[in-house]
């Protein structure tokens, strides 16, 4: 059984910066792909960034620049470092494993950037 947890959220003032743990259980963290989404309220979640088990990135367009996702296989943790924080990207910030055909995600860390 996978299990994910994130932290690292918290609130912080527009251009700030955070880093987003998330640290998972079990063994399948080195082979999987992993992402984080986020979702505010009233909106459906959304992909803000993945990186494959080699370490190739993604980036939604709205981050590219600002946020940077990586991960450290030794220790079973992904990380999503966001820099020059916006209001806009105030939501809860959640963790995604991803295992052909499984998927397994985190509880969610809450992200509130104030103006």
């Known amino acids: 059984q996978v299990q994910l947890m994130e932290s690292g959220g918290g609130l912080v003032q527009a251009g700030g910066s955070l880093r987003l743990s998330c640290a998972a259980s079990?063994?399948?963290?080195?082979?999987?792909?992993m992402g984080w989404y986020r979702q505010a309220p009233g909106k459906q979640r959304e992909l803000v960034a993945t990186i494959t088990n080699s370490g190739a990135t993604t980036y939604a367009d709205s981050v590219k620049g600002r946020f940077t996702i990586s991960r450290d296989n030794a220790k079973n943790t992904g990380y999503l470092q966001m820099n020059g924080l916006r209001p806009e990207d105030t939501a809860v910030y959640y963790c995604?494993?991803?295992?052909?055909?499984?998927?397994?995600w985190g509880q969610g860390t809450q992200v509130t950037v104030s103006s």
């Open positions: 995604n494993l991803h295992i052909y055909p499984f998927d397994y």
């Open positions: 079990g063994s399948i963290f080195s082979i999987s792909a």
